[in-house]
């Protein structure tokens, strides 16, 4: 695996078998009470990758890519995500980072299969998680997160740009069964730099037939 895709917060944390709960293959109608507060309070809203978000921090700092003359155009443009032997392009300039929270509740207990160009730093907040990655030659990594170092769960994890990630929401008493993250993305996040899984076939190409119906609920 090349050096673009290594990062020592995952490749070090324990493989966790893939088991999903109850509310994953059948979400609640709402969040719990405990929940809804926190996101009235925080104002988030509902993500395109599900759960809800907020942005709370753009840097004002600007890395600047292309000419001055084609960023609006550029702007349209998506970037091009890393691979084995290339670094990735971005089409216009980018903040030096952005901040959100990200919660997944039972009503929303699954992120979506998504790709995004930059690197995603992870830092857990609250409750208990799990993520499923999978890097461009098939390998598909696992692991919890939570604060129970001695069953292996992390509480920091970075993400790298080109590898598909996606995580559910695990039972937990401690946060109503909520999983709350913030995620910084460096270079900032801008929706050019995203793209969602293409499908189910294309899962069966890159994972095999019974990897792919393991993860279809990911998708």
């Not at 059948?26 to 405990?34: D, G, I, L, N, Y």
């Not at 709370?56 to 970037?79: C, H, I, M, N």
């Not at 091009?80 to 216009?92: F, G, I, L, R």
């Amino acid at each position: 695996m090349t050096d673009l895709f290594k990062s020592t917060t995952i490749d070090s944390a324990p493989e966790a078998d893939i088991e999903f709960p109850q509310f994953v293959r059948f979400p609640a109608t709402q969040p719990p009470h405990p929940l809804q507060e926190f996101i009235n309070h925080y104002k988030l809203v509902k993500h395109a990758e599900n759960g809800y978000f907020c942005e709370t921090d753009r840097s004002p700092f600007v890395l600047k890519y292309g000419s001055e003359q084609d960023q609006e155009e550029a702007k349209k443009q998506a970037s091009v995500m890393p691979t084995n032997s290339s670094d990735p392009e971005y089409k216009s300039d980018r903040n030096y980072s952005t901040l959100i929270y990200y919660l997944l509740t039972p009503d929303a207990p699954v992120s979506k299969m998504i790709m995004n160009t930059s690197r995603n730093i992870h830092i857990l907040q609250r409750g208990k998680g799990q993520y499923v990655l999978i890097y461009p030659d098939g390998t598909v990594k696992s692991f919890k997160v939570g604060f129970d170092y001695s069953k292996g769960e992390v509480s920091q994890w970075v993400v790298p740009g080109g590898v598909w990630k996606a995580s559910f929401l695990l039972p937990n008493d401690e946060f109503d069964n909520g999983l709350l993250i913030s995620e910084v993305v460096v270079p900032g996040f801008e929706y050019t730099d995203y793209k969602p899984f293409p499908g189910s076939e294309a899962l069966t190409e890159l994972v095999g037939e019974q990897r792919a119906l393991e993860l279809k609920p990911l998708l």
